[in-house]
């Protein structure tokens, strides 16, 4: 995981809110930036990684601690 990958935790939101508050932080982003997404929300398992394909973004599981899920998704070039 990218260190200086700035961190959007988005524990305790529930779908669909998680993937609208990732895209609008990735609106926001240059190009080829990394951002670091927690949630725990059951359904950001599939919804994370398939709005990240739907966008044109890479996205990859960290890590699994409990109910949390921590992504690091690459903005698209």
Known sequence: MQADAPL?????????LPVMRMRAALAEAAAGSRLVIRVNDPL???DIP??????GH???????DGTALTFEVRKRI
């Open 44 to 46: 950001a398992a599939v």
């Open 58 to 64: 890479a996205a990859r599981l960290v890590t699994r």
């Open 8 to 16: 959007l935790d988005l524990l305790g939101l529930r779908c669909p």
């Open 50 to 55: 398939h709005a990240c394909r739907e966008d």
